[in-house]
């Protein structure tokens, strides 16, 4: 795929320029989300930690900083016909929710698996859903026949330099609120979150650590890392909805010369975490949101050469929208 949004030459898809770009152009719609800590979580990892609350997000996750960053990013002309992307759940409601404040149409290509609670959000801020088989040649190919129908424009939910640049906007506010952060985890799925945030931190901070966490059921940024090269993985297995995608094609080049390494957990440590988050952040934290914590606490950051050198870690609490059915809970419907 060609660069989505790059507007000035660049090896990368985005850069420190175009992220406080995207800050100006989101600041009237974004929250700024708090900072929160644990002394019991500090003690728990041996580290200071310093959790980057995304799930406080207009939307209920870091999606919308990049999908707004997108949306207002199009002038009248490529706008009026309304954006169209495909996902499992957050960015879908995060470009809706940009598309509502925008003015302009909404089509949303959803798995028909994706969670409740997450279609139910894209219908609250007005997108139009189709749904499609859950693997990806049928979201693409669901979404091409869209595009053709509609002239809607792609905001893909990583691979476009316009998202990448909103994503960044976190470590904008992050390395403001706390300074001393000397090491950052986020999830890594297709790496739009990630390059942004790597993309923005190694240019204001050039020693700063970056670690990815991945789902082990999802590890294909771990073992892209560790060959050098794209694996594609032929099954994908985890209770992180929102960790399922693939590396891109600008997403990779990112991961694979910034990112300082890829640390994977089970799906138990991430149940874990959430635990965690609820009973000492009291957040209602979803999977994809809490492995940073589960990398953090695992031994396989323990046994990390990263791990002597990291004291104060910025961990990216990427979205909080649960799916409390999954879990039995079923709460009573507005009358």
């Known amino acids: 795929m060609e660069a989505e949004g790059q507007t000035r030459e660049q090896k ?8 406080k770009e995207a800050e100006a152009r989101i600041r009237p719609f974004i929250n700024k989300t708090p900072i929160l800590s644990s002394d019991a979580l500090d003690a728990l990892s041996g580290k200071r930690l310093f959790f980057k609350s995304e799930l406080f997000q207009r939307g209920g996750a870091y999606k919308f900083r990049g ?7 199009l002038d009248d002309d490529q706008a009026y016909k309304g ?29 028909k698996n994706a969670p409740q609670r997450k279609v139910e959000n894209v ?12 693997n990806m040649p049928s979201r693409e190919s669901t979404a091409a026949k869209v595009m053709q129908e509609t002239g809607a424009v792609l905001v893909h939910p990583f691979n476009d330099g316009r998202v990448i640049s909103g994503q960044g906007t ?8 706390a300074p001393d952060i000397d090491t950052i985890i986020a999830p890594i799925s297709g790496g739009g979150l990630i390059s942004g945030v790597t993309l923005a931190a190694k240019a204001i901070k050039p020693a700063i650590r970056i670690l990815a966490a991945e ?13 050098g090269k794209l694996i594609a993985l032929q099954e994908i297995n985890t209770v992180a909805d929102g960790l399922r995608g693939m590396l891109g094609s600008l997403t990779w080049p990112v991961v694979r010369d910034f990112v300082d390494d890829v640390i994977t957990v089970e799906d138990s440590e991430i149940i874990e975490a959430m635990k965690l988050c609820y009973e000492n952040l009291k957040v209602a934290v979803e999977p994809s949101g809490a492995i940073g914590l589960a990398v953090a ?23 909080g929208n649960v799916d409390l059915s999954v879990y039995g809970i079923h709460p009573k419907d507005d009358e």
């Not at 976190?170 to 609120?177: D, K």
């Open 12 to 19: 990368y898809a985005a850069d420190l320029t175009s992220i």
């Open 67 to 73: 999908a707004c960053n997108a949306v207002f990013s």
């Open 83 to 111: 954006v169209l992307t495909h996902s499992s759940g957050n960015h879908a409601a995060a470009v809706a929710l940009a598309a509502k404040l925008r003015g302009v149409p909404s089509y949303i290509v959803m798995p």
């Open 123 to 134: 219908k609250q801020y007005g997108g139009q859903i189709m749904f499609c088989e859950p």
């Open 170 to 177: 976190i470590t904008l506010e992050l390395l403001e609120q």
């Open 215 to 227: 789902p082990i059921g999802a590890n294909d940024a771990a073992l892209s890392k560790a060959a």
């Open 297 to 319: 606490l695992s031994n396989g950051f323990k046994n990390h050469p990263a791990w002597k050198d990291s004291t104060n870690i910025g961990i990216v609490l990427s979205g």
